[in-house]
């Protein structure tokens, strides 16, 4: 069914203020990474010849380019990332006593390759089942406004999804979370084009951001994905009854 002249306009009002969203208000790097896959995705899949798919994303990959290497807040955010892996050395120091080292992972960047690095090691140690649902403590720093102080202590959430799971189900849990996008992936890709573009393109965001944020144990974010596989299904089975 053809959309009317008013669903076209709110669709492109909504995608409006996704944008202002993403780059303005909350200017999360997490975002910018999903526009630049959905674009490139849904210009992929729409276009209809070669010639056009390779133009439309030369022009995003360009667009891209100059946002992130010019002057403006969205490309200070990406080289913060740079720049924040830098200056974090691995690992954090022994003992509680928090050190000027240690304080240098206290940023969003830095978090992260303290808890890949915990986690990659307690991995190894049991590569093959994990240590069990709920048996995840990685190294962290906090903040304590109580006595203004920073604290070592542990953490259940690594922000990388194939980490955490690798650590509860070792091999085998990583294993299990790549199949369930890859089957959410080939489910949505069977739907009529439209539905299928916008599934299938959340699918592969969600398997990308899981490197970099833990989006099945996060509430919002698991709540969203529950939702998604549940139309998926329902709306395969509905095709598939229909005469």
């Not at 674009?39 to 209809?48: A, D, R, V």
């Not at 140690?125 to 048996?135: C, E, F, H, K, S």
């Not at 109580?146 to 990583?174: A, C, R």
Request: proline share 2%.
């Amino acid at each position: 069914m053809a959309w009317t002249r008013n669903q076209k306009i709110m669709a492109v009002i909504c995608c409006l203020l996704s944008l202002i969203e993403i780059f303005i208000v909350s200017n999360q790097r997490t975002g910018y990474v999903a526009v630049i896959i959905l674009s490139l995705w849904f210009l992929g899949m729409t276009l209809p010849t070669w010639g056009r798919k390779v133009a439309a994303g030369v022009t995003i990959l360009g667009l891209a380019f100059v946002v992130l290497f010019t002057h403006n807040p969205i490309s200070q955010r990406v080289d913060e990332v740079s720049y924040e892996w830098q200056q974090c050395q691995l690992p954090l120091t022994e003992g509680q006593q928090v050190t000027d080292t240690d304080l240098a992972c206290f940023t969003s960047i830095g978090l992260r390759k303290v808890f890949w690095y915990d986690g990659l090691d307690t991995i190894s140690a049991a590569w093959l089942t994990g240590y069990g649902m709920g048996n995840v403590s990685l190294d962290t720093l906090a903040y304590k406004e109580s006595n203004q102080q920073f604290i070592k202590e542990k953490t259940q959430n690594p922000h990388n999804e194939y980490i955490l799971q690798g650590v509860q189900l070792g091999v085998i849990g990583v294993l299990l979370v790549v199949a369930l996008f890859s089957l959410a992936f080939s489910e949505a890709m069977q739907l009529k084009k439209k539905r299928s573009l916008l599934y299938s393109g959340i699918v592969i965001v969600y398997a990308v951001s899981c490197l970099y944020n833990s989006f099945l144990f996060d509430a919002l974010e698991s709540l969203f994905f529950v939702l998604l596989l549940a139309f998926i299904i329902a709306e395969r089975a509905f095709e598939r009854e229909k005469p």
